[in-house]
Nanobody, 122 residues
Framework: QVQLVESGGGLVQAGGSLRLSCAASGGTSRSYAMGWFRQAPGKEREFVAAVTWGGGTSYYADSVKGRFTISRDNAKNTVYLQMNSLKPEDTAVYYC???????????????WGQGTQVTVSS
């Protein structure tokens, strides 16, 4: 069983930056692919970014490509989402996810965090 705890959300003005963190514990969390999803009010949860267990390959939704960067530090069992040039439409609850592969974590993750709110004001 893997536990995921997100942090780093908050309120930021458009054009600003935030860095989300997700601390993983339990099981063999270091061997899991990790990712981020988000869910805006009234919308379905959507994939944002994912990274392989080794950190060598990452994937992004088109809407965040070039603005967001996913990374991981396996020594700290932590995955990060650096969000730059934030837009009001990035406002959502952001969820950390883990899966046995990037295909799994991008579609049907095995584990979820509880979420952290990101609000971007115009």
């Amino acid at each position: 069983q893997v536990q995921l705890v997100e942090s780093g959300g908050g309120l930021v003005q458009a054009g600003g930056s935030l860095r989300l963190s997700c601390a993983a514990s339990g099981g063999t969390s270091r061997s899991y692919a990790m990712g981020w999803f988000r869910q805006a009010p009234g919308k379905e949860r959507e994939f944002v970014a994912a990274v392989t267990w080794g950190g060598g390959t990452s994937y992004y939704a088109d809407s965040v490509k070039g603005r967001f960067t996913i990374s991981r530090d396996n020594a700290k069992n932590t995955v990060y989402l650096q969000m730059n040039s934030l837009k009001p439409e990035d406002t959502a609850v952001y969820y950390c996810a883990a899966g046995t592969s990037t295909v799994v974590v991008r579609t049907t993750p095995d584990y979820w965090g509880q979420g952290t709110q990101v609000t971007v004001s115009s």
